[in-house]
Nanobody, 122 residues
Framework: QVQLVESGGGLVQAGGSLRLSCAAS????????MAWFRQAPGKEREFVAV????????NYASSVKGRFTISRDNAKNTAYLQMSSLKPEDTALYYC???????????????WGQGTQVTVSS
C-alpha cells in the first residue's frame, strides 16, 4: 500500500517556475514508477511525465517536454516535478500516481494523491 501527498502548487505568473513534490508513505515506494498527471476544468485527466523506480528512464508529454523535469529521491520517498517557463495552459490540478509500468494511461496506475492546484496567470 502506498499513500501519496502532493504539495508545492500555487499561483505563478507566466514564465515562472514551480516545483511540485509528492511524498509517499509505505516501504515499497522505491519499487514503483512515479508519474504526474493533470486535469484542467472541463477536460480529461492527461499524462504529464513518468519516471521508473530506478530513475533511469523518464518520459514526458510533448506539451511539457523541455520545460518540465521529473525526478525522485527514493531515500526520501519523494517524487518531484520541476516546472519552468510555465504557460497559462499549464493551469490544472496536478496529481502524482504510483504504478508498476511507465505508460501514459492513467488506468495503469494503482495509487493516486489528492492533487495540488497550479494556476498560471497571463
Amino acid at each position: 500500500q502506498v499513500q501519496l501527498v502532493e504539495s508545492g502548487g500555487g499561483l505563478v505568473q507566466a514564465g515562472g517556475s514551480l516545483r511540485l513534490s509528492c511524498a509517499a508513505s509505505g516501504r515499497t515506494f522505491s519499487s514503483y514508477a512515479m508519474a504526474w498527471f493533470r486535469q484542467a476544468p472541463g477536460k480529461e485527466r492527461e499524462f504529464v511525465a513518468v519516471i521508473t523506480w530506478r530513475g533511469d528512464y523518464t518520459n514526458y508529454a510533448s506539451s511539457v517536454k523541455g520545460r518540465f523535469t521529473i525526478s525522485r529521491d527514493n531515500a526520501k520517498n519523494t517524487a518531484y516535478l520541476q516546472m519552468s517557463s510555465l504557460k497559462p495552459e499549464d493551469t490544472a490540478l496536478y496529481y502524482c500516481a504510483a504504478g508498476r509500468t511507465v505508460v501514459s494511461n492513467a488506468r495503469n496506475y494503482d495509487y493516486w494523491g489528492q492533487g495540488t492546484q497550479v494556476t498560471v496567470s497571463s
